[in-house]
């Protein structure tokens, strides 16, 4: 067990809706990376924040916003979803922002139907 | 720009046999390397991590990894394969970006069978 925590793990909904999934990170951990896996892109790194500030963007889509909280969960929101969005997410965290050594939740599995 | 390629889709080897799962880099300046691994069902572990000092580095559950900076390559290694190290092998590569923030940027994946 990595202790971190993604909710939900299975998400079924259709295109055009908006879903959240949510990230608690390690204990002591302030940084949170987000990843798309799928399996013609493979992993993509999303967007990163640490103490609550977006540090690094990656290939994330206009559609697709993140945030940290104050206790530093996190949470990744998909809007407009489409087909083609249908992907294992997931969440890392690290205790520095320098990405030295990251620990993966489970992952999230979106379906667009 | 900084990246990692694996050329490899797949290795396949026998139980006792030693494995190398093959990386090559990309990168300017001193490279941060590491390679990750996924089994079924789960998120990435980490295995091991190249940042400076001895080429060969020492990872968890027996796996060991060179750089070697000739061949731009970093390469993982076991001597002796185990069915249970049968997974999805990622190298990664932390990249600078220009507002002082990293992100760690992994290849493809290599799957690795090892075979009974």
Redesign the interface.
Known sequence: DSGVTQTPKHLITATGQRVTLRCSPRSGDLSVYWYQQSLDQGLQFLIQYYNGEERAKGNILERFSAQQFPDLHSELNLSSLELGDSALYFCASSVTHRGEKLFFGSGTQLSVL | AQSVAQPEDQVNVAEGNPLTVKCTYSVSGNP?LFW?VQYP??????LL?Y?TGDNLVKGSYGFEAEFNKSQTSFHLKKPSALVSDSALY?CAV?RT?N?G?????????TRLFVKA
Request: charged share 15%; glycine share 18%.
């Open positions: 941060y990750y069902n789960r998120g990435l572990q980490f991590k940042i990622f932390r970006i507002t923030g990293f992100k760690t940027i992994f290849g493809a994946g």
